[in-house]
């Protein structure tokens, strides 16, 4: 039993690896990190440091699943990732709110040059550091790494521990033994403290406090000065009261439109019903733009 119950495992998770775009189309070299991986793990002490993209070296940590995905998938988030190298150029202003251990944000760095900016947020102390670590590794010193929350407002504020990519905020008033007092900022008030006059690209994952940050960004979003944000619609928004339709709605009356990206298109697409919507979804002031400048920025995958 014990036997095929591994067996089971191991053929899980071979068709996970294989269904991700670039595993599909490398199918060698995935099993070759899948194996060096597993290898590594056992025989190596501590973060172990592979080179991803041809141009960035990344720590990856045993504990961290985002480190296994990343190492199981190469090009962790397909879509998404190519979004991010067809949208960016070299003098945006990129902001990466719940970075966790940095993939995103290096990744972002790639397209970002020495006339744009890179901020990324992390309350997490243990995720915040190997973030910091990250970016000393690649010699990016221009990234500023913020160990802050984003919220709807300053403040301390409580955000769970022992929970690897899925530690989060807790609601005011919610029981959990497990946490530590970190420090809340809400976007309006960070921009206007640092003089940041426009957000071209927003990445926010902070595990269904989504409408705090939003909410936190009222003014930016009413001036529509954040261009294209990508966020998560997660049952996880429950956890804080809040229904998808809310937090759609919320950004739909700030003027913005919610898409999906259309990968073999190279376009965002408007979505209809947000019942349908998949987990990473893009809103956008103006579309026209933001599809005008994918197909100028775009590049063979």
Request: charged share 25%.
């Amino acid at each position: 039993m014990k036997n095929q119950n591994l067996v089971e495992r191991l053929v899980g998770l071979l068709k996970t690896v294989y269904s991700h775009p670039f595993n599909r189309r490398r199918p060698f070299f995935a099993l070759y990190r899948l194996i060096r991986w597993q290898w590594d793990k056992r025989v190596k002490s501590g973060p172990i440091i592979y080179e991803f993209w041809n141009c960035r070296k990344i720590l990856c940590f045993k504990d961290a699943t985002e480190s296994m995905w990343l190492v199981y998938n190469y090009i962790m988030d397909w879509d998404e990732f190519w979004f991010i190298q067809r949208y960016l150029t070299s003098t945006m202003c990129v902001f990466d709110v719940g970075c966790n251990i940095g993939v995103y944000t290096l990744w972002i760095s790639r397209f970002i040059g020495p006339e744009g900016r890179i901020i990324a947020f992390e309350p997490s102390g243990t995720a915040y550091q190997r973030c910091v670590q990250q970016m000393r590794l690649n010699h990016l010193e221009s990234v500023k790494v913020e160990p802050l929350a984003v919220a709807d407002r300053e403040g301390e504020a409580h955000f769970s521990t022992g929970m690897d990519w899925n530690n989060h905020l807790i609601q005011d008033g919610a029981m959990r033994e497990n946490f530590v007092i970190v420090h809340a900022v809400s976007l309006d008030h960070y921009c206007r403290e640092r003089n940041v006059k426009k957000i071209h690209f927003m990445k926010i994952d902070i595990e269904g406090a989504e409408m705090l940050a939003f909410r936190g960004a009222h003014q930016l979003l009413s001036d529509h000065l954040i261009d294209v944000i990508q966020f998560e619609v997660t049952d996880q928004l429950g956890s804080f009261g809040i229904q998808r339709s809310q937090l759609i709605q919320y950004l739909e009356s700030h003027g913005y439109c919610i898409c999906s990206y259309d990968l073999k298109e190279n376009r965002l697409v408007p979505c209809i019903d947000h019942r349908s919507f998949k987990q990473n979804m893009y809103a956008a002031h103006d579309v026209d733009w933001v599809n005008e400048r994918l197909q100028s920025g775009v590049s063979a995958h």
